[in-house]
């Protein structure tokens, strides 16, 4: 049987932030260090999957 352990809260005090890293011309940075015009590029940015390609019938 397993025990279920209980969700662990934190306080906001307790918590550390997250470093966000992307890739950039073939490298990965932290958009931290990105100037505020790169920043504010990478928050506009839109994720999406590209279908895959249909063969000619």
Known sequence: ???I???????DSERQPCEIWTRVM??????????IGK???FHERKF???P?????S
């Open 26 to 35: 073939g490298y990965h940075r932290p958009v931290s260090s990105f100037n």
């Open 1 to 3: 049987m397993h025990s």
């Open 52 to 56: 895959h390609a249909q063969p000619e």
């Open 48 to 50: 999406f999957r590209e």
């Open 5 to 11: 352990t209980p969700a662990v809260q934190l306080d």
């Open 39 to 41: 920043q504010g590029e």
